[in-house]
């Protein structure tokens, strides 16, 4: 949703008729903000990242898409669902809930989509991210269906089964570090769970 005050409706007016939009936002949540106001030889901005792809091998931060960078700026596409006033309804965008976003472009396919792109083998390998299985606790089909009656007439899904592949297919990539893959989890490790 975007401020009225600052964005008018009027500003929106023809996005619905593109089905994508790119979304320039700020990645407000980064650990490492705090670094990039500081004088550069004191920043310590790291230069290389762990990549999940590479089973915690490291990448140069501009090779890839991790939000720890120089400039806490990202990038997205997503699909325009509906125009409502000042606000866009998008499904398959990956940004949080509170996410400040900065500029919306939409997606032009004779200039946004380059046919001879390509990218190095490390990032094909989608199977290096997939999760051996994803199983629901027995609670969980209540849960979602309360979930539903909730929500239902302001989702852009058409049932609650589609709502649960779209949970299954999400949670089925880990981008967990190869070291919080291994380590347990908190809450394992308690007796009452």
């Given at each position: 949703m975007f401020?009225?005050?600052?964005?008018p409706?009027?500003?929106?007016?023809?996005l619905?008729?593109?089905?994508?939009?790119?979304?320039?936002?700020?990645?407000?949540l980064?650990?490492d903000?705090?670094?990039?106001?500081?004088?550069?030889?004191?920043?310590?901005?790291?230069?290389?990242?762990?990549?999940?792809?590479?089973?915690?091998?490291?990448?140069?931060?501009?090779?890839?898409?991790?939000?720890h960078?120089?400039?806490?700026?990202?990038?997205?596409?997503?699909k325009?669902?509906?125009?409502?006033?000042?606000?866009?309804?998008?499904s398959g965008v990956?940004?949080?809930?509170?996410?400040?976003?900065?500029?919306?472009?939409p997606?032009?396919?004779?200039c946004?989509?380059?046919?001879?792109?390509?990218?190095p083998d490390?990032?094909k390998?989608?199977?290096s991210?997939?999760a051996?299985?994803?199983?629901?606790?027995?609670?969980?089909?209540?849960?979602?269906?309360?979930?539903?009656?909730?929500v239902?007439?302001?989702?852009?899904?058409?049932?609650p089964?589609e709502?649960?592949?779209?949970?299954?297919?999400?949670?089925?990539?880990?981008?967990r570090?190869?070291?919080?893959?291994?380590?347990?989890?908190?809450?394992?490790?308690?007796?009452?769970?």
């Open positions: 401020d009225p005050v600052r964005v409706p009027a500003s929106l007016e023809g619905e008729e593109y089905s994508h939009i790119w979304i320039i936002y700020v990645f407000h980064n650990t903000l705090e670094k990039l106001w500081m004088e550069p030889s004191r920043s310590k901005v790291k230069a290389k990242v762990r990549v999940p792809r590479l089973k915690g091998g490291k990448k140069g931060v501009f090779a890839t898409r991790s939000p960078r120089p400039s806490p700026i990202g990038l997205t596409v997503a325009v669902e509906a125009v409502q006033g000042n606000m866009i309804l998008l990956d940004l949080v809930d509170g996410t400040p976003v900065l500029d919306v472009k997606y032009l396919p004779y946004d989509s380059i046919q001879e792109a390509s990218v490390w990032v390998a989608d199977s991210l997939a051996t299985s994803v199983t629901f606790s027995v609670d969980f089909s209540s849960a979602l269906a309360n979930c539903w009656e909730l239902k007439k302001n989702t852009l899904y058409s049932s089964s709502m649960k592949r779209l949970i299954e297919q999400v949670l089925s990539w880990d981008i570090s190869p070291s919080q893959r291994n380590r347990p989890h908190k809450s394992l490790l308690t007796s009452e769970n």
